[in-house]
Protein backbone atom coordinates (compact mmCIF):
# COMPACT_ATOMS: atom_id res chain seq x y z
CA UNK A 1 0.00 0.00 0.00
CA UNK A 2 1.07 3.62 -0.48
CA UNK A 3 2.60 6.21 2.07
CA UNK A 4 -0.79 8.06 1.67
CA UNK A 5 -2.84 4.79 1.78
CA UNK A 6 -1.45 3.69 4.32
CA UNK A 7 -2.18 7.30 5.91
CA UNK A 8 -5.56 7.57 5.15
CA UNK A 9 -6.42 3.89 6.64
CA UNK A 10 -4.81 4.48 10.23
CA UNK A 11 -6.41 8.30 9.71
CA UNK A 12 -10.14 6.18 10.14
CA UNK A 13 -9.57 6.15 13.81
CA UNK A 14 -10.42 9.11 16.21
CA UNK A 15 -8.10 8.47 18.57
CA UNK A 16 -5.15 8.01 16.34
CA UNK A 17 -6.14 11.58 14.32
CA UNK A 18 -6.18 13.09 17.48
CA UNK A 19 -2.97 11.94 18.58
CA UNK A 20 -1.15 12.57 14.90
CA UNK A 21 -2.53 16.11 14.85
CA UNK A 22 -0.93 16.94 18.33
CA UNK A 23 2.11 15.47 16.53
CA UNK A 24 2.16 17.42 13.98
CA UNK A 25 1.39 20.86 15.74
CA UNK A 26 4.20 20.20 17.89
CA UNK A 27 6.87 19.14 15.25
CA UNK A 28 6.35 21.98 13.04
CA UNK A 29 6.78 24.22 16.11
CA UNK A 30 10.28 22.17 16.88
CA UNK A 31 11.13 23.03 13.17
CA UNK A 32 10.40 26.73 12.98
CA UNK A 33 12.41 26.74 16.56
CA UNK A 34 15.77 24.77 15.57
CA UNK A 35 15.71 27.12 12.45
CA UNK A 36 15.88 29.66 14.52
CA UNK A 37 18.40 28.29 16.70
CA UNK A 38 21.03 26.97 13.61
CA UNK A 39 20.68 30.33 11.92
CA UNK A 40 21.63 32.13 15.46
CA UNK A 41 24.12 29.98 16.93
CA UNK A 42 25.88 28.20 13.54
CA UNK A 43 25.45 30.69 10.81
CA UNK A 44 25.35 34.30 12.26
CA UNK A 45 27.25 36.87 9.85
CA UNK A 46 30.72 36.62 9.57
CA UNK A 47 31.10 33.48 11.43
CA UNK A 48 33.28 30.51 10.43
CA UNK A 49 32.87 27.76 12.60
CA UNK A 50 35.24 25.36 13.69
CA UNK A 51 34.29 21.45 14.09
CA UNK A 52 35.23 21.62 17.99
CA UNK A 53 32.90 25.31 18.75
CA UNK A 54 30.13 23.07 16.20
CA UNK A 55 30.83 20.04 18.86
CA UNK A 56 30.62 22.26 21.76
CA UNK A 57 27.14 23.55 20.60
CA UNK A 58 25.87 20.18 20.50
CA UNK A 59 26.96 19.05 23.59
CA UNK A 60 25.68 21.73 25.82
CA UNK A 61 22.72 21.69 23.83
CA UNK A 62 21.55 17.78 24.34
CA UNK A 63 24.20 16.30 25.94
CA UNK A 64 22.92 16.96 29.44
CA UNK A 65 19.25 15.63 29.10
CA UNK A 66 21.36 12.25 27.92
CA UNK A 67 21.91 12.43 31.77
CA UNK A 68 18.51 13.69 32.93
CA UNK A 69 16.62 12.27 30.46
CA UNK A 70 16.48 8.94 32.39
CA UNK A 71 14.29 10.45 34.80
CA UNK A 72 11.44 10.69 32.46
CA UNK A 73 10.56 7.78 31.19
CA UNK A 74 9.40 6.06 34.54
CA UNK A 75 7.15 9.08 34.80
CA UNK A 76 5.71 8.76 31.44
CA UNK A 77 4.93 4.89 32.23
CA UNK A 78 3.44 6.41 36.02
CA UNK A 79 2.05 9.76 34.72
CA UNK A 80 -1.16 10.50 32.19
CA UNK A 81 0.55 10.58 29.30
CA UNK A 82 -2.01 12.84 27.92
CA UNK A 83 -0.85 15.65 30.49
CA UNK A 84 2.94 15.09 29.53
CA UNK A 85 1.96 16.32 26.34
CA UNK A 86 -0.03 19.22 27.26
CA UNK A 87 2.15 20.38 29.70
CA UNK A 88 5.57 19.75 28.00
CA UNK A 89 3.90 22.11 25.41
CA UNK A 90 3.00 25.03 27.44
CA UNK A 91 6.55 24.69 29.03
CA UNK A 92 8.15 24.32 25.72
CA UNK A 93 5.76 28.12 24.57
CA UNK A 94 6.78 29.81 27.58
CA UNK A 95 10.25 29.15 27.37
CA UNK A 96 10.65 29.62 23.28
CA UNK A 97 9.36 33.41 24.37
CA UNK A 98 12.08 33.49 26.93
CA UNK A 99 14.41 32.50 24.43
CA UNK A 100 13.08 35.07 22.31
CA UNK A 101 13.59 37.76 24.69
CA UNK A 102 17.13 36.87 25.67
CA UNK A 103 18.18 37.10 21.77
CA UNK A 104 16.48 40.13 21.42
CA UNK A 105 18.93 41.44 24.04
CA UNK A 106 21.87 39.75 22.44
CA UNK A 107 22.86 37.19 24.75
CA UNK A 108 24.04 34.05 23.57
CA UNK A 109 25.93 33.20 26.71
CA UNK A 110 24.79 30.89 29.54
CA UNK A 111 21.04 31.83 29.94
CA UNK A 112 20.81 31.32 26.04
CA UNK A 113 21.87 28.29 26.39
CA UNK A 114 20.12 27.09 29.06
CA UNK A 115 17.00 28.84 28.12
CA UNK A 116 17.46 26.17 24.63
CA UNK A 117 18.55 23.36 26.49
CA UNK A 118 15.27 23.06 28.89
CA UNK A 119 13.04 23.83 25.29
CA UNK A 120 14.87 21.04 23.39
CA UNK A 121 14.54 18.17 26.89
CA UNK A 122 11.12 18.49 27.25
CA UNK A 123 10.75 18.24 23.66
CA UNK A 124 12.24 15.02 24.15
CA UNK A 125 10.21 14.07 27.17
CA UNK A 126 7.52 15.18 24.87
CA UNK A 127 8.65 13.00 21.80
CA UNK A 128 9.04 9.70 24.18
CA UNK A 129 5.51 10.33 25.48
CA UNK A 130 4.54 10.49 22.23
CA UNK A 131 5.63 6.95 21.16
CA UNK A 132 4.77 5.09 24.29
CA UNK A 133 1.14 6.20 23.63
CA UNK A 134 0.85 5.30 19.73
CA UNK A 135 0.17 1.37 20.61
CA UNK A 136 -2.81 2.60 22.87
CA UNK A 137 -4.63 4.71 19.32
CA UNK A 138 -4.03 2.14 16.43
CA UNK A 139 -4.74 -1.39 16.27
CA UNK A 140 -1.11 -3.98 16.71
CA UNK A 141 -1.85 -5.17 13.06
CA UNK A 142 -1.45 -1.63 11.90
CA UNK A 143 1.64 -0.45 14.16
CA UNK A 144 3.89 -0.83 10.85
CA UNK A 145 2.04 1.18 9.05
CA UNK A 146 0.93 3.45 12.09
CA UNK A 147 4.99 4.27 12.38
CA UNK A 148 5.21 4.32 8.53
CA UNK A 149 3.29 7.28 8.57
CA UNK A 150 2.91 9.17 11.73
CA UNK A 151 6.92 10.04 12.83
CA UNK A 152 7.59 10.59 9.38
CA UNK A 153 4.57 12.99 8.70
CA UNK A 154 5.95 14.55 11.61
CA UNK A 155 9.22 14.81 10.56
CA UNK A 156 7.86 16.58 7.55
CA UNK A 157 5.50 18.95 10.18
CA UNK A 158 9.42 19.70 11.37
CA UNK A 159 10.94 19.92 7.86
CA UNK A 160 8.03 22.47 6.94
CA UNK A 161 8.46 24.36 10.16
CA UNK A 162 12.25 24.58 9.36
CA UNK A 163 11.25 25.73 5.76
CA UNK A 164 9.16 28.96 7.32
CA UNK A 165 12.12 29.29 9.88
CA UNK A 166 14.62 29.30 7.30
CA UNK A 167 12.67 30.91 4.62
CA UNK A 168 12.08 33.94 7.50
CA UNK A 169 15.80 33.88 7.97
CA UNK A 170 16.58 33.98 4.40
CA UNK A 171 14.31 37.03 3.62
CA UNK A 172 15.32 39.33 6.93
CA UNK A 173 19.05 38.72 5.59
CA UNK A 174 20.96 39.64 8.78
CA UNK A 175 18.27 41.68 10.20
CA UNK A 176 18.98 41.55 14.14
CA UNK A 177 15.24 41.00 14.78
CA UNK A 178 14.73 37.60 12.67
CA UNK A 179 15.78 35.49 15.16
CA UNK A 180 13.44 36.60 18.13
CA UNK A 181 10.37 36.64 15.52
CA UNK A 182 11.16 32.58 14.33
CA UNK A 183 11.34 31.90 18.03
CA UNK A 184 8.27 33.81 18.71
CA UNK A 185 6.46 31.95 15.84
CA UNK A 186 7.79 28.64 17.52
CA UNK A 187 6.07 29.54 21.12
CA UNK A 188 3.07 30.02 19.02
CA UNK A 189 2.95 26.48 17.49
CA UNK A 190 4.16 25.09 21.10
CA UNK A 191 0.73 26.43 22.40
CA UNK A 192 -1.24 25.17 19.89
CA UNK A 193 -0.05 22.24 20.11
CA UNK A 194 -0.88 22.50 24.12
CA UNK A 195 -4.97 23.11 22.69
CA UNK A 196 -4.37 20.26 20.00
CA UNK A 197 -3.15 17.82 23.02
CA UNK A 198 -6.90 18.44 25.17
CA UNK A 199 -8.37 16.65 22.20
CA UNK A 200 -7.43 13.46 24.19
CA UNK A 201 -8.75 12.21 26.99
CA UNK A 202 -6.32 12.25 30.50
CA UNK A 203 -6.26 8.82 30.45
CA UNK A 204 -6.80 7.55 26.95
CA UNK A 205 -3.24 7.22 26.45
CA UNK A 206 -2.02 4.94 29.14
CA UNK A 207 0.16 3.92 30.78
CA UNK A 208 -2.40 0.84 31.45
CA UNK A 209 -1.70 0.01 35.15
CA UNK A 210 -4.45 -1.82 37.06
CA UNK A 211 -2.50 -5.23 36.38
CA UNK A 212 0.78 -4.02 37.72
CA UNK A 213 3.05 -6.90 38.35
CA UNK A 214 5.46 -6.38 42.16
CA UNK A 215 8.10 -6.14 39.40
CA UNK A 216 6.34 -3.16 38.20
CA UNK A 217 5.32 -1.51 40.93
CA UNK A 218 9.20 -2.02 42.70
CA UNK A 219 10.42 -0.61 39.78
CA UNK A 220 8.35 3.20 40.18
CA UNK A 221 9.52 3.41 43.26
CA UNK A 222 12.54 4.88 42.22
CA UNK A 223 13.57 6.53 39.27
CA UNK A 224 16.96 4.97 38.75
CA UNK A 225 15.53 1.47 39.33
CA UNK A 226 13.13 2.24 37.31
CA UNK A 227 15.34 2.85 34.05
CA UNK A 228 17.50 -0.04 35.38
CA UNK A 229 14.37 -2.63 34.90
CA UNK A 230 13.49 -0.57 31.61
CA UNK A 231 17.33 -1.27 30.53
CA UNK A 232 17.25 -4.95 31.73
CA UNK A 233 13.19 -5.29 30.32
CA UNK A 234 14.76 -4.29 26.29
CA UNK A 235 17.94 -6.54 26.75
CA UNK A 236 15.75 -9.53 27.63
CA UNK A 237 14.13 -9.25 24.18
CA UNK A 238 16.97 -9.90 21.49
CA UNK A 239 14.61 -8.10 18.76
CA UNK A 240 14.63 -4.86 20.84
CA UNK A 241 17.91 -4.93 21.61
CA UNK A 242 19.42 -5.27 18.71
CA UNK A 243 17.33 -2.93 16.86
CA UNK A 244 17.77 0.22 19.61
CA UNK A 245 21.72 -0.71 19.08
CA UNK A 246 21.50 -0.19 15.13
CA UNK A 247 19.44 3.16 15.80
CA UNK A 248 22.31 4.18 17.88
CA UNK A 249 25.10 3.38 15.28
CA UNK A 250 23.00 5.22 12.55
CA UNK A 251 22.42 8.20 15.07
CA UNK A 252 26.72 8.07 15.04
CA UNK A 253 26.66 8.48 11.77
CA UNK A 254 24.00 11.13 11.28
CA UNK A 255 25.91 13.42 13.87
CA UNK A 256 29.19 12.74 11.66
CA UNK A 257 27.50 13.41 9.23
CA UNK A 258 25.73 16.70 10.90
CA UNK A 259 28.90 18.30 11.76
CA UNK A 260 30.41 17.73 8.50
CA UNK A 261 27.97 19.32 6.21
CA UNK A 262 27.59 22.13 8.79
CA UNK A 263 31.53 22.94 7.83
CA UNK A 264 31.36 22.66 4.66
CA UNK A 265 28.28 24.98 3.71
CA UNK A 266 29.71 27.28 6.67
CA UNK A 267 33.74 27.55 5.71
CA UNK A 268 34.19 26.02 2.18
CA UNK A 269 30.35 25.72 -0.31
CA UNK A 270 30.27 29.42 0.89
CA UNK A 271 31.05 32.12 2.82
CA UNK A 272 28.75 31.40 5.42
CA UNK A 273 26.21 33.68 7.08
CA UNK A 274 22.63 33.72 5.07
CA UNK A 275 24.37 32.41 2.09
CA UNK A 276 25.77 29.25 4.46
CA UNK A 277 22.55 28.81 5.85
CA UNK A 278 20.28 29.00 2.77
CA UNK A 279 22.69 26.10 1.13
CA UNK A 280 22.42 24.07 4.18
CA UNK A 281 18.59 24.57 4.07
CA UNK A 282 19.34 23.33 0.62
CA UNK A 283 20.76 19.84 2.25
CA UNK A 284 18.07 19.30 4.74
CA UNK A 285 15.50 19.74 2.11
CA UNK A 286 17.10 16.77 0.43
CA UNK A 287 17.58 15.03 3.53
CA UNK A 288 13.70 15.40 4.00
CA UNK A 289 12.62 13.97 0.56
CA UNK A 290 14.93 10.88 1.65
CA UNK A 291 12.70 10.54 4.64
CA UNK A 292 9.68 10.79 2.34
CA UNK A 293 10.95 7.82 0.37
CA UNK A 294 12.06 5.60 3.35
CA UNK A 295 8.98 6.13 4.96
CA UNK A 296 7.21 4.88 1.67
CA UNK A 297 9.10 2.22 0.68
CA UNK A 298 9.54 0.28 3.83
CA UNK A 299 5.48 -1.07 4.76
CA UNK A 300 5.67 -1.88 0.85
CA UNK A 301 9.34 -3.97 1.68
CA UNK A 302 8.53 -5.45 4.99
CA UNK A 303 5.73 -6.75 3.35
CA UNK A 304 8.01 -9.11 1.03
CA UNK A 305 10.87 -9.03 3.28
CA UNK A 306 11.43 -10.13 6.92
CA UNK A 307 12.36 -6.49 8.87
CA UNK A 308 16.02 -7.83 9.27
CA UNK A 309 16.60 -8.53 5.34
CA UNK A 310 15.08 -4.78 5.22
CA UNK A 311 17.28 -2.82 7.69
CA UNK A 312 20.42 -5.08 6.05
CA UNK A 313 19.63 -3.33 2.40
CA UNK A 314 19.27 0.11 3.55
CA UNK A 315 22.42 0.33 5.52
CA UNK A 316 24.32 -1.56 3.07
CA UNK A 317 22.56 0.95 0.16
CA UNK A 318 23.57 4.27 2.91
CA UNK A 319 27.30 3.44 3.12
CA UNK A 320 27.82 2.93 -0.79
CA UNK A 321 25.75 6.62 -0.96
CA UNK A 322 28.10 7.94 1.25
CA UNK A 323 31.20 7.14 -0.71
CA UNK A 324 29.21 7.88 -4.40
CA UNK A 325 28.08 11.01 -3.51
CA UNK A 326 29.86 12.25 -0.43
CA UNK A 327 33.13 11.78 -1.17
CA UNK A 328 33.77 14.28 -3.71
CA UNK A 329 32.65 17.01 -1.44
CA UNK A 330 30.91 18.37 -4.34
CA UNK A 331 28.29 21.30 -3.61
CA UNK A 332 26.62 19.78 -6.34
CA UNK A 333 26.60 16.14 -5.11
CA UNK A 334 26.33 16.70 -1.71
CA UNK A 335 22.06 16.87 -1.34
CA UNK A 336 22.35 13.53 -3.43
CA UNK A 337 24.40 11.97 -0.51
CA UNK A 338 22.02 14.11 2.19
CA UNK A 339 18.84 12.25 0.38
CA UNK A 340 20.23 9.14 0.74
CA UNK A 341 21.15 9.52 4.40
CA UNK A 342 17.61 10.52 4.87
CA UNK A 343 15.99 7.14 3.00
CA UNK A 344 18.23 5.11 5.01
CA UNK A 345 17.48 6.95 8.13
CA UNK A 346 13.98 6.92 8.17
CA UNK A 347 13.63 3.44 6.67
CA UNK A 348 15.69 1.86 9.66
CA UNK A 349 13.98 4.06 11.88
CA UNK A 350 10.19 3.11 10.97
CA UNK A 351 11.33 -0.73 10.86
CA UNK A 352 12.84 -0.28 14.25
CA UNK A 353 10.33 1.89 16.30
CA UNK A 354 7.97 -0.96 15.28
CA UNK A 355 9.93 -4.04 16.67
CA UNK A 356 10.55 -1.93 20.33
CA UNK A 357 6.93 -1.23 20.43
CA UNK A 358 6.11 -5.32 19.53
CA UNK A 359 9.07 -6.73 21.84
CA UNK A 360 8.33 -4.21 25.15
CA UNK A 361 5.54 -4.20 27.74
CA UNK A 362 3.34 -0.93 28.07
CA UNK A 363 4.31 -0.94 31.47
CA UNK A 364 7.89 -0.48 30.29
CA UNK A 365 7.38 1.53 27.25
CA UNK A 366 7.87 4.80 28.38
CA UNK A 367 11.29 3.92 29.87
CA UNK A 368 12.66 2.04 27.07
CA UNK A 369 11.81 5.10 24.81
CA UNK A 370 13.44 7.07 27.32
CA UNK A 371 16.86 5.03 26.36
CA UNK A 372 15.89 5.04 22.60
CA UNK A 373 15.96 9.35 23.64
CA UNK A 374 19.22 8.75 25.21
CA UNK A 375 21.04 7.25 22.34
CA UNK A 376 19.73 10.10 19.77
CA UNK A 377 21.12 12.64 22.12
CA UNK A 378 24.18 10.85 23.73
CA UNK A 379 25.45 9.21 20.62
CA UNK A 380 24.69 12.21 18.43
CA UNK A 381 27.23 14.40 20.65
CA UNK A 382 30.07 11.81 20.75
CA UNK A 383 29.76 11.21 17.07
CA UNK A 384 30.06 15.56 16.90
CA UNK A 385 32.91 14.82 19.89
CA UNK A 386 35.15 12.63 17.68
CA UNK A 387 34.71 14.29 14.59
CA UNK A 388 35.98 17.43 16.07
CA UNK A 389 39.36 15.74 16.69
CA UNK A 390 39.55 14.64 13.37
CA UNK A 391 37.49 16.55 10.97
CA UNK A 392 39.69 19.76 10.12
CA UNK A 393 37.54 22.82 10.03
CA UNK A 394 36.38 23.06 6.13
CA UNK A 395 34.52 19.56 6.54
CA UNK A 396 36.54 17.96 4.08
CA UNK A 397 37.74 14.51 5.36
CA UNK A 398 37.87 11.50 3.21
CA UNK A 399 39.22 9.04 6.31
CA UNK A 400 36.27 10.22 7.99
CA UNK A 401 33.36 9.71 5.44
CA UNK A 402 34.94 5.96 4.19
CA UNK A 403 34.65 5.21 8.03
CA UNK A 404 31.08 6.23 8.29
CA UNK A 405 30.60 3.76 5.02
CA UNK A 406 32.38 1.05 6.65
CA UNK A 407 30.59 1.04 10.02
CA UNK A 408 27.09 1.11 8.50
CA UNK A 409 28.15 -1.56 6.05
CA UNK A 410 29.26 -3.63 8.92
CA UNK A 411 25.93 -2.94 10.70
CA UNK A 412 24.14 -3.94 7.43
CA UNK A 413 26.07 -7.45 7.52
CA UNK A 414 25.43 -8.33 10.86
CA UNK A 415 21.30 -8.08 9.77
CA UNK A 416 21.58 -9.73 6.80
CA UNK A 417 23.41 -12.92 8.67
CA UNK A 418 20.53 -12.61 11.32
CA UNK A 419 18.18 -12.68 8.35
CA UNK A 420 19.73 -15.99 7.26
CA UNK A 421 19.71 -17.59 10.62
CA UNK A 422 16.02 -16.88 10.76
CA UNK A 423 15.54 -18.32 7.55
CA UNK A 424 17.55 -21.53 8.23
CA UNK A 425 15.55 -21.95 11.30
CA UNK A 426 12.34 -21.04 9.69
CA UNK A 427 11.28 -18.20 11.78
CA UNK A 428 10.55 -14.47 10.96
CA UNK A 429 10.21 -11.70 12.76
CA UNK A 430 6.57 -10.13 13.05
CA UNK A 431 6.14 -7.27 10.76
Known amino acids: MS ?107 VYFYAAALCVLSVNRFFLAALGAALPHVVPRAR ?91 VWGRHPARYALGTIGGVRFAFGISTLITLLLYNNTFTEGGVAGFAGFSVALAASGAGFLVGAIATPWATQRLSADSWIATLLASGGAALLVFGLPFSPALFPAAAFAVGVMSQGVKVTVDTLVQRHVDDAFRGRVFTVYDMLFNGLFVAAAGLSAALVPPSGVSTSVVAAMAAGLALMGAGWAARSRALARAGRREPQ
Open 143 to 233: LMMANAVTPTSGTFATFAGAGVGAGLRVLAGDNPAATPVILLVAGAGFAGTALASLALRRRELGPDLEHESPEVNAAVRTIVTGLVDGVRH
Open 3 to 109: FFGDLSVVLRGARFRRLFGTRLVSQFGDGVYQAGLAGYIFFSPEQHSTAGAVALAFAILLLPFSVVGPFAGVLIDRWSRRQVLLVSSLVKAVLAAITAGLVAAGSNG
